[in-house]
């Protein structure tokens, strides 16, 4: 773990003007190598994709911002079960620190969730990260759930789009005030919101 590293957690409203173009910087770097327009969300100063989080894990180092995961609560729908998670999203790692574990440190997001009482975390991932994530998960820290289709709206609604977006991502959940097996067993999750 590099030595000048330090993390914070925080709620959306403490952030200010400066850490949000930080932070886009950071996501317009860190995302923009993972697709064409991956980087696209975060022009102009925005810190989010789709929906915006409620709480973000931060690591700084000397050259700015160096991790970052975001949480939101929200109810999302499997099969005919309307369940509250912490959806977890826009995980980066800044490209020279990946792979040596800064995930394990945003873990500190943990506490926070069981002392809000979320019953889940849930996040989706895209198919390439699977090793990474099944790392992630040994232990019982989390499970992935195969075979899932996740129906999201899209952020903007334009004339001549569809509005939403089914897709079949990994779903990966993380039992925080309830075991994995109160899981819901519906292959289908709706968010009725974008993505985090
Ligand atoms: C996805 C991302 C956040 C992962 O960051 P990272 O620094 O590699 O994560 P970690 O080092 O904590 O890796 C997690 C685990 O996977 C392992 N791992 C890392 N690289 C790996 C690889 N290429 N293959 C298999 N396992 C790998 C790590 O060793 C670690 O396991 P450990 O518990 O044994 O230490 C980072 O690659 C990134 O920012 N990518 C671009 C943005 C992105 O795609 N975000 C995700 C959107 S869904």
């Not at 911002?65 to 099969?79: E, N, P, Q, T």
């Not at 994530?133 to 569809?162: A, F, K, M, N």
């Amino acid at each position: 773990m590099p030595p000048d590293l330090k993390w914070k957690i925080c709620w959306e409203t403490e952030l200010q003007v400066d850490d949000h173009a930080q932070l886009s910087e950071f996501f317009r770097n860190t995302y923009g190598p993972t697709g064409e327009f991956n980087a696209k969300p975060f022009e102009g100063g925005r810190s989010w994709a789709g929906a915006r989080p409620e709480m973000r894990v931060i690591g700084y180092d000397p050259y700015g911002v160096a991790a970052h995961i975001g949480m939101l609560r929200r109810f999302i729908r499997v099969g005919e079960v309307d369940l509250l998670v912490g959806e977890l999203g826009l995980w980066g790692v800044r490209s020279n620190l990946e792979g040596l574990g800064l995930t394990h440190s945003m873990f500190m997001m943990y506490p926070e969730l069981q002392r809000l009482g979320v019953p889940f975390a849930f996040g989706t991932i895209r198919h390439a990260l699977y090793k990474r994530v099944d790392r992630l998960c040994r232990g019982g820290v989390g499970t992935i759930l195969p075979g899932v289709r996740v129906h999201s709206t899209l952020p903007e609604v334009y004339p001549d789009l569809p509005a939403t977006r089914i897709e079949e991502p990994l779903a990966v959940v993380f039992p925080i005030a309830r075991p994995i097996d109160q899981w819901p067993s519906g292959t289908t999750i709706v968010r009725n919101g974008p993505e985090l």
